[in-house]
């Protein structure tokens, strides 16, 4: 990961101003993030005041609890269907185009709502409906963005660039319901939804304006359904990103019951609009606080202890909403849950990207992120249900009440248990030129690699052997095998399948350090003065008799 040079018409800032300031705004003096964050700052701020007008709209237009829980599910349930689609595009085409292609969407879905709402055009199916039209924008959107900002910021200021992600996130969830509140206050919903087309359209301009470097490969792009397959087998290879995966749903399924349940929790206070912004805003006042907090505080306290204390938190505040008498207890309590969750969520999203390398990232954090929002879309439904069966206060007290027990099933799943491995890439393999021809999409291709070693060591070699397996699948190969010869104790052959010609140059483009570190600890069981023998076979297609 490298940081870009700064642009001629905006310098960097003098490095004594950067060791002044705080880890979490140091990527700001990088113009391309600060240009960038600023088009996610506005993109975010839409996606809050719609959300916000959505909902307070929904139950103006109908009596059912469900329905009005619904509106936060259709806003995250597209991640949660689309997400892997969206990663393998934006790991295989453009990432500039990408992006504002996806913001484009956005602004389209803000500009019919925005007539619709002024011609009287809306009712409940229909907001439904274009709310989960506008998660589709969303869930296209997100895994370019946490692809990007690993190639904008350099790696020791990546903890403050993601923390700097959420900022902005929740930034819009203070401004956004605030400026939606006195929207719907002052001149009604069909405003709220002007404005949100009008600030689409601004963050789709600034997007343009990002000229991005294109990534050079002397490969041809990869195809689309090999693109996800490859992603998601990448992300089943790996112990810590599946651990990271089951923490980050588990956790939003729980806590999204003070999110979702949050419009009803206002009105049975007896507040308006002006409480429900109320509440929406003050979550996001703690969101900030924690955000500005937080890469200093995973410095000194583990990641699984903030996570276990962030789920206790929101258990708590869930019950504290539960019984409150009135909003600004219950306004209380949602800053403190607003604080436990960024502090959770930056967490869970800091270990993600630490876990991924730069060629699979937005399928990686795509994946991720349909783990979060399939988790808050399956709370959303879940809670708003129990709360249609009974009232909203049973169903915060049911996820307070789940927080702990979930936390206590998963204690053994740490994210501690594995380190962050060296993720810098690493010079390709060179592979001999074949000389019969080849065209790049022949194949499968099958590689052997044969190790001597000592029998006393084979007990090492084996566990050695199975890291490399989860190595090669992760880089996407079809298959892997060890064998041991029968005649000759120590001699041992590794197989493993690449798709095609192509695909396997292209596995061979994937190496990182941490790669080369596994292949050196391979070759040091190797016994003799040459290398492992390394062999390469094409698949041959007979006739059928």
């Known amino acids: 990961m490298s940081s870009e040079p700064p642009s001629p018409e905006r310098p960097a800032a003098p490095p004594a101003l950067v060791d002044r300031l705080p880890p979490t705004l140091k990527p700001l003096v990088e113009p391309v993030f600060r240009m960038l964050w600023l088009a996610w700052l506005a993109a975010n701020m839409t996606m809050w005041m719609n959300d916000v007008a959505a909902a307070w709209l929904m139950t103006q237009l109908t009596d059912s609890v469900v329905m009005v829980a619904l509106v936060s599910a259709a806003s995250t349930a597209p991640v949660f269907l689309l997400g892997l689609p969206s990663g393998a595009l934006a790991d ?117 304006r990002w000229k991005s470097q294109p990534r050079t490969s002397a490969l041809p792009g990869e195809r689309f359904v090999g693109a996800m397959r490859v992603g998601l087998q990448h992300v089943r290879q790996s112990p810590r990103m599946k651990i990271v995966l089951l923490r980050v749903f588990l956790f939003f399924l729980q806590s999204s019951a003070i999110t979702a349940l949050m419009p009803l929790v206002a009105r049975r206070l007896g507040s308006g609009a002006g409480g429900f912004t109320l509440l929406v805003s003050s979550m996001g006042v703690g969101a900030i606080v924690a955000a500005l907090t937080v890469p200093s505080l995973r410095d000194r306290v583990p990641r699984d202890r903030i996570v276990a204390i962030g789920t206790l938190v929101i258990s708590i505040m869930a019950a504290v909403v539960a019984w409150a008498p009135s909003l600004w207890i219950a306004a209380t309590a949602v800053w403190v849950a607003g604080i436990a969750w960024i502090s959770t969520a930056n967490t869970l999203t800091v270990s993600a990207q630490f876990t991924l390398p730069n060629w699979v990232r937005a399928r990686g954090m795509s994946i991720y992120q349909m783990a979060l929002m399939g988790g808050a879309a399956s709370g959303s439904a879940l809670w708003g249900q129990v709360a249609g069966w009974t009232d909203v206060p049973t169903a915060l007290l049911s996820a307070a009440l789940a927080g702990p027990l979930l936390a206590l099933l998963t204690r053994r799943l ?132």
Request: hydrophobic share 50%; glycine share 6%; with cysteine.
């Open 414 to 545: 740490r994210l501690d248990a594995h380190q962050d491995d060296d993720l810098r890439p690493a010079p390709p393999v060179e592979v001999p030129a074949p000389v019969i021809p080849l065209e790049p999409q022949e194949g499968p291709v099958m590689v052997t690699v044969e190790y001597l070693i000592e029998p006393a060591q084979a007990e090492a070699f084996h566990a050695v052997m199975q890291e490399t397996r989860r190595a090669r699948l992760r880089q996407g190969a079809l298959s892997w095998g060890l064998f041991r010869d029968t005649a000759q104790p120590g001699r041992y052959i590794e197989y493993f399948l690449d798709e095609s010609w192509v695909e396997h140059q292209r596995r061979l483009e994937r190496f990182t350090a941490g790669d080369v570190e596994l292949r050196q600890r391979r070759a040091a069981f190797h016994k003799g003065s040459e290398s492992p023998r390394v062999q390469r076979y094409i698949a041959e297609t007979l006739d059928s008799a």
């Open 92 to 208: 295989i085409v453009d990432r500039r185009r990408w992006f504002a292609s996806t913001q484009l969407w956005v602004a389209c879905v803000a500009v019919l709502l925005a007539l619709l709402s002024l011609s009287g055009g809306l009712n409940a199916p229909l907001l439904l409906a274009l709310t989960f039209v506008n998660g589709i924008g969303l869930a296209m959107r997100w895994p370019v963005f946490a692809a990007i900002v690993p190639d904008i910021v350099s790696r020791e200021r990546l903890s403050g660039a993601l923390a700097l992600q959420a900022l902005a996130m929740n930034l819009s969830r203070v401004i956004g319901p605030v400026v939606a509140g006195a929207l719907l206050a002052a001149a009604g919903t069909a405003a709220v939804f002007v404005v949100n087309a009008l600030l689409s359209l601004v963050a789709f301009a600034q997007i343009l």
